[in-house]
T-cell receptor, first 113, second 114 residues
Framework: DQQVKQNSPSLSVQEGRISILNCDYT??????FLWYKKYPAEGPTFLIS?????DKNEDGRFTVFLNKSAKHLSLHIVPSQPGDSAVYFC????????????FGDGTTLTVKP | KAGVTQTPRYLIKTRGQQVTLSCSPI?????VSWYQQTPGQGLQFLFE???????NKGNFPGRFSGRQFSNSRSEMNVSTLELGDSALYLC?????????????FGQGTRLTVV
């Protein structure tokens, strides 16, 4: 039973446009959500996070939206740049198990110049 | 400050052998988690250590084990290797395990079992 799902394995957008990456979860105990970016041959790097007490968090070109009732979160990248091309992982954790994150399978984003 | 260091970066082992992977967390970080990444499978949680104690364990067989030392460095061991154990093994460190924080990942150890 996969508790965190990223249903789109890949996404391709034009430079300058918006990229929207989606993530769904099933465990209602999750209360902290993170997005990581991963380049080939490197470990994932933290991008942005959101606590369940919020519905939006913004950091520069990156915004994460959380819809708790739908158990859905999304990452918006505006404007998209070619350097954003990478695999994006959504992850979720519970405050009682903060050291354990459950990851989605990732979405490969390609931003075309 | 130095990031998370994993050694070795690449490893080739034969089926049936055992292997030990090492992870040095960021200085001051006390929580270390291990993940396995296989193609198309995302990151699967193996276990998490905090202050030399295993706090969480994922759904992996007993062949997978780990430990953490007093300096927070961690090792994971896989015994009786199988072909399916070929994967990228990632270690992540975080400041504490008592609150939600982001994890900092190492570059991983690419294990190939032949």
């Amino acid at each position: 039973d996969q508790q965190v799902k990223q249903n789109s394995p890949s996404l391709s957008v034009q430079e300058g446009r918006i990229s929207i990456l989606n993530c769904d979860y099933t465990n209602s105990m999750f209360d902290y959500f993170l997005w990581y970016k991963k380049y080939p041959a490197e470990g994932p790097t933290f991008l942005i996070s959101i606590s369940s007490i919020k519905d939006k968090n913004e950091d520069g070109r990156f915004t994460v939206f959380l819809n708790k009732s739908a158990k859905h979160l999304s990452l918006h990248i505006v404007p998209s740049q070619p350097g954003d091309s990478a695999v994006y992982f959504c992850a979720a954790s519970e405050v009682t198990n903060a050291g354990k994150s459950t990851f989605g399978d990732g979405t490969t984003l390609t931003v075309k110049p | 400050k130095a990031g998370v260091t994993q050694t070795p970066r690449y490893l080739i082992k034969t089926r049936g052998q055992q292997v030990t992977l090492s992870c040095s967390p960021i200085s001051g970080h006390r929580s270390v988690s291990w993940y396995q990444q296989t193609p198309g499978q995302g990151l699967q949680f193996l276990f998490e250590y905090f202050s030399e104690t295993q706090r969480n364990k994922g759904n992996f067989p007993g062949r997978f084990s780990g430990r953490q030392f007093s300096n927070s460095r961690s090792e994971m061991n896989v015994s009786t290797l199988e072909l399916g154990d070929s994967a990228l093994y990632l270690c992540a460190s975080s400041l504490t395990a008592s609150m939600n924080t982001e994890a900092f990942f190492g570059q991983g150890t690419r294990l190939t079992v032949v």
